[in-house]
T-cell receptor, first 110, second 112 residues
Framework: DAGVTQSPTHLIKTRGQQVTLRCSPK?????VSWYQQALGQGPQFIFQ???????QRGNFPDRFSGHQFPNYSSELNVNALLLGDSALYLC?????????FGPGTRLTVT | GESVGLHLPTLSVQEGDNSIINCAYS??????FIWYKQESGKGPQFIID?????DKRQGQRVTVLLNKTVKHLSLQIAATQPGDSAVYFC???????????FGKGTRLHILP
């Protein structure tokens, strides 16, 4: 049984560009959460998707948006990239309790 | 939100000794607590969790203690091994389906 998978592994973008990150949840999981982890810090909650709708959101600007598909996979979109958006972006899936994290996508904005 | 510095506190432990990692949580309404282990280049990995109606829970080589009076969590790792080297995060939430709030991480360094 594959765990949570994320793509791409690494990504380099230029300021002002847009980026889309992808996540496939663990089999049987219907809820996907996204986190941003800056270097040397703990993950910060961005938002959570359930039944294809955003259920809860953290303190992130509208430049951060997402989507969940009928197969429960999810995308994170970031528009107008800033240097400060450079971070590890983590996806976590869950069914009811424990959240399982993927390996993350390392985004570098230059 | 919580404030987390760029420089993680580090705990150095001799291989074979017990490790104790401490964490102060922020929300007195939190009712579910989790410890995660994060190795370099990987996402956080679940270690053990505890509900607010408990004060101790044991797993394989790990024990979590919860003191709600002072809003304090600790993770005890018995007979620390080289594979235990990682950053450890405590986390909390008020609803198991809601967002998880991560605390400050602690880097565990194992001495040979």
């Amino acid at each position: 049984d594959a765990g949570v998978t994320q793509s791409p592994t690494h990504l380099i973008k230029t300021r002002g560009q847009q980026v889309t990150l992808r996540c496939s949840p663990k089999s049987g999981h219907d809820t996907v959460s996204w986190y941003q982890q800056a270097l040397g810090q703990g993950p910060q909650f961005i938002f959570q998707y359930y039944e294809e709708e955003e259920r809860q959101r953290g303190n992130f600007p509208d430049r951060f948006s997402g989507h969940q598909f009928p197969n429960y996979s999810s995308e994170l979109n970031v528009n107008a990239l800033l240097l400060g958006d450079s971070a590890l972006y983590l996806c976590a899936s869950s069914y009811s309790t424990e959240q399982y994290f993927g390996p993350g996508t390392r985004l570098t904005v230059t | 939100g919580e404030s987390v510095g760029l420089h993680l506190p580090t705990l150095s432990v001799q291989e074979g000794d017990n490790s104790i990692i401490n964490c102060a949580y922020s929300n007195s309404a939190s009712d579910y607590f989790i410890w995660y282990k994060q190795e370099s280049g990987k996402g956080p990995q679940f270690i053990i969790d505890i509900r607010s109606n408990m004060d101790k829970r044991q797993g394989q080589r790990v024990t979590v203690l919860l003191n709600k009076t002072v809003k304090h969590l600790s993770l005890q790792i018995a007979a620390t091994q080289p594979g235990d080297s990682a950053v450890y995060f405590c986390a909390e939430n008020t609803n198991r389906d809601d967002k998880i709030i991560f605390g400050k991480g602690t880097r565990l360094h194992i001495l040979p």
